[in-house]
């Protein structure tokens, strides 16, 4: 069924869960094929996106979805699905995605040339929910630019842009296919490698002044850095926590250490 809202937007009601309409909508689960596009969800992100220019190619929300998107959005040129609460809920992660879910362009990485400011360098990092969070902390302090190995998770998929909250819409991403080579680059145009490591010659983070260009590389989770990057890096920075605790968790660690850099 196809009305016209007094609001001015046009939208199809779905009456059938299993319409092919939307059918990018239903699983949380994103193709591991699909390098084009991406569903993004929630109203947190559905703000970010909106102040952007990337595609937005449908919408699928419940009724008190299309209010916001009328006050939010202008230039509608996609076509809006709306159901009922009812059949919003059969969808699975009903409670993550809040009755609204787009399907747009997924972003593309930047080339190398376009690195800027100060950098967090991802390295080996397999937790969506980290590297979202991560994300968000580099959108909170200033951070331009975000380097990830080819073992890190995509900051570009699902999960990844929720926990984000969309912050991953205002911060570029490159994808090294070499992280040493590339980060040696970076120390020839005057960056300084800072990893962080809880090892016997690392500086504490209370005392470190940072340099005015510098990379920050966050471990693995279990791991922690490659040791072909700790032996490049510039300094290594730790930071003092009780002993009985190995280590934090690389979200938590990153935003200690990037609010330190802020307030140096």
Not at 3 to 12: C, D, G, H, R
Not at 126 to 134: D, H, L
Request: proline share 2%.
């Amino acid at each position: 069924m196809m009305e016209i809202l007094s609001m001015n937007l046009q939208v199809t009601d779905i009456l059938d869960i299993n319409d092919e309409k939307i059918k990018e909508f239903i699983s949380l689960k994103q193709s591991l094929h699909d390098d084009k596009y991406v569903v993004v969800e929630s109203k947190n992100v559905f703000k970010k996106l909106f102040k952007t220019d990337i595609k937005i190619h449908k919408i699928f929300t419940n009724n008190e979805g299309l209010e916001f998107i009328n006050n939010n959005y202008n230039n509608i040129d996609f076509p809006i699905y709306t159901a009922s609460n009812s059949i919003m809920k059969k969808i699975v992660g009903h409670t993550i995605h809040q009755g609204m879910m787009a399907l747009i362009d997924k972003p593309s990485y930047i080339d190398f040339n376009k690195i800027q400011g100060n950098i967090v360098v991802l390295n080996s990092l397999t937790s969506p929910e980290n590297v979202g969070s991560i994300v968000r902390s580099c959108a909170a302090f200033n951070i331009d630019t975000i380097i990830i190995d080819e073992k890190t998770c995509s900051p570009y998929i699902r999960r990844c842009i929720r926990v984000s909250t969309g912050n991953i819409f205002n911060i570029q991403v490159y994808k090294s296919s070499n992280l040493k080579d590339d980060l040696l680059k970076l120390q020839n145009q005057d960056y300084k490698v800072l990893s962080t490591a809880n090892s016997s010659n690392a500086v504490s983070l209370h005392r470190y002044s940072f340099p005015q260009k510098s990379a920050i590389v966050i471990g693995n989770e279990g791991h922690g850095i490659q040791k072909e990057i700790l032996d490049l890096s510039d300094d290594i920075i730790k930071i003092d926590i009780d002993e009985d605790v190995t280590s934090l968790n690389a979200a938590i660690a990153t935003s200690l250490v990037l609010y330190q850099m802020q307030t140096t």
